[in-house]
């Protein structure tokens, strides 16, 4: 079975720009959910997705967006785009909204300049 | 507020030897803790996850160990190879809890030859 995919691996920005940033859950799996990496605050979580409908969100500002398709595919946007917004952004997946169990994609290596 | 403390920040161990690293949460409400391992260039891995009804688990050479009242967990990997150098991340989580997965800032560790 394939992992969880996401698309485009690495990006560069300029500030201000907005970003688009593609997922793909491991077949089957109907929960996405995104995080943020960064070296000085780690891992932090942005936003679940379930049936389409976003279900739990993290402390982030509404720059940041997403949305589920009904395939599960997932998007996430980030408008404005700020030096800070520089990271590694992580895909996980998992089978239903209440399993723990989440699958991390490779992540897209977001640069803005 | 820091919800998960993670330490050491960084390991250094012998080939052979034991690696351990360890947790302390504050939310008496999180039910799942898994340990993730991230080679650089990938995306998080899962190791070994504990629910608070179990003391210990153990997988492999990976063991961890689960003190509900302390509120602290551990991670030991017994003879520790140069191919386990990773990060490795502890993190908590809750049903009907607002982030899916709450991660603590991570510890590298690298085992010398």
Redesign the interface.
Known sequence: KAG?TQTPRYLIKTRGQQVTLSCSPISGHRSV?W?QQTPGQ????LF?YFSETQR???NFPGRFSGRQFSNSRSEMNVSTLELGDSALY?C?SSFAL?A????????TRLTVL | QQQVKQSPQSLIVQKGGISIINCAYENTAFD?F?W?QQFP??????LI?IRPDVSEKKEGRFTISFNKSAKQFSLHIMDSQPGDSATY?C?A?M?G??????????TKLTVNP
């Open positions: 969880v959910s995080y780690g891992l932090q979580f679940e739990n969100k993290g992580l996980a209440e723990d169990t989440q699958y991390f994609g490779p992540g | 799942y898994p993730y260039g990938k995306g998080p891995a899962l996850a991340f993190a989580s049903q809890g607002s982030e899916k997965l709450v991660f603590g800032k991570g």
